[in-house]
C-alpha cells in the first residue's frame, strides 16, 4: 500500500512539475499534466489535491474540468494563441522537412481537439454558479 501512494506521489509531483514547465515550453502541454498530478495527489496525498485544488491558478481549471468537462473562454483563447505560438516557433526552428510536416499534423490535431471543448462561463458570484 504505502509504495503505491509513494508511486502516485511521485508522478504527480513529476506531472506538476511538467505541467508547469510546459507553460513555458513549447509542445510540452500543462493541462494534461495538472490533470494527471490532481489524479495521482487524490490517491496519494489529501494534501497536495487540496493545494492543488486551492491554487488560484490550477484550481478553476481543475474545478471547471472535474465538474463540467469545460474550461472558460479566457482559458481557450489563452490555449490556443499559446498553441499556435509555441508550434509556429518549433516548426521555424526545426531543420527536417519530416518534422515540419509532423508538427504541422499534430497542430491540426490538438486545435481540433482544444478548439470542440464546451465553454463555460460564471456570472460574477451569483447563486446559480454553484
Given at each position: 500500500?504505502?509504495?503505491?501512494?509513494?508511486?502516485?506521489?511521485f508522478?504527480?509531483?513529476?506531472?506538476?512539475?511538467?505541467?508547469?514547465?510546459?507553460?513555458?515550453l513549447?509542445?510540452?502541454p500543462t493541462?494534461?499534466?495538472?490533470?494527471?498530478?490532481?489524479?495521482?495527489?487524490?490517491?496519494?496525498?489529501?494534501?497536495?489535491?487540496?493545494?492543488?485544488?486551492q491554487?488560484?491558478?490550477?484550481?478553476?481549471?481543475?474545478?471547471?474540468?472535474?465538474?463540467?468537462?469545460?474550461?472558460?473562454?479566457?482559458v481557450?483563447?489563452?490555449?490556443?494563441?499559446?498553441?499556435?505560438?509555441?508550434?509556429?516557433?518549433?516548426?521555424?526552428?526545426?531543420?527536417?522537412?519530416w518534422l515540419?510536416?509532423?508538427?504541422?499534423?499534430?497542430?491540426?490535431v490538438?486545435?481540433?481537439w482544444?478548439?470542440?471543448?464546451?465553454?463555460?462561463?460564471?456570472?460574477a458570484?451569483?447563486q446559480?454558479n454553484?
Amino acid at each position: 500500500m504505502i509504495i503505491r501512494r509513494l508511486f502516485f506521489h511521485f508522478v504527480g509531483v513529476l506531472s506538476l512539475i511538467l505541467g508547469i514547465l510546459g507553460i513555458f515550453l513549447p509542445l510540452l502541454p500543462t493541462t494534461p499534466f495538472i490533470l494527471l498530478a490532481s489524479a495521482c495527489f487524490m490517491r496519494s496525498s489529501p494534501k497536495f489535491h487540496r493545494w492543488l485544488h486551492q491554487h488560484k491558478t490550477f484550481g478553476p481549471i481543475l474545478t471547471n474540468w472535474h465538474q463540467n468537462k469545460a474550461v472558460t473562454a479566457t482559458v481557450k483563447k489563452r490555449g490556443v494563441i499559446c498553441i499556435l505560438l509555441s508550434f509556429a516557433f518549433s516548426i521555424w526552428v526545426v531543420p527536417h522537412f519530416w518534422l515540419k510536416i509532423a508538427l504541422v499534423v499534430m497542430l491540426v490535431v490538438l486545435l481540433s481537439w482544444f478548439i470542440r471543448l464546451p465553454v463555460i462561463e460564471y456570472l460574477a458570484d451569483r447563486q446559480e454558479n454553484h
